[in-house]
């Protein structure tokens, strides 16, 4: 029997992903202070009381999920398949998958469904 292969694709295989998910975690990481900054220190008077600390909270948690998809987890999906692999930080220091999975789980589940959790 012949099945797919999994990493046909140039652009979707793992030493592609090994490379450029680091890259793209290096931009995003100075737009994410640039907005913690932003609503901490530039925030006006009237958001002081509550939206300023859902903004952070939302922030906060992409800033987490950013980190742990593009540095610590890495997940390369197969594509025919609902499958696939870690190949990050986690895997180079003999993390357990089922830590990983856990990890990954638990921070998914606390991030707010949407950017107006909890404001009313």
């Not at 100075?30 to 913690?36: G, T, V, W």
């Amino acid at each position: 029997m012949n099945y797919p292969d999994c990493e046909a694709h140039p652009l979707f295989n793992a030493k592609y992903l090994r490379i450029s998910a680091p890259i793209s975690f290096g931009v995003t990481l100075p737009i994410n202070i640039l907005a913690f900054h932003c609503i901490i220190n530039k925030s006006p008077p009237i958001m002081l009381k509550h939206y300023k600390w859902l903004l952070i909270n939302c922030q906060t948690w992409s800033f987490i999920v950013d980190l742990l998809a593009t540095v610590l987890f890495l997940p390369v999906a197969y594509n025919p398949l609902w499958g696939g692999y870690s190949n990050g930080l986690f895997r180079t220091i003999n993390v357990p998958i089922a830590a990983q999975f856990g990890i990954m789980l638990a921070v998914t589940s606390c991030t707010p469904d949407n950017k107006y959790f909890g404001a009313f």
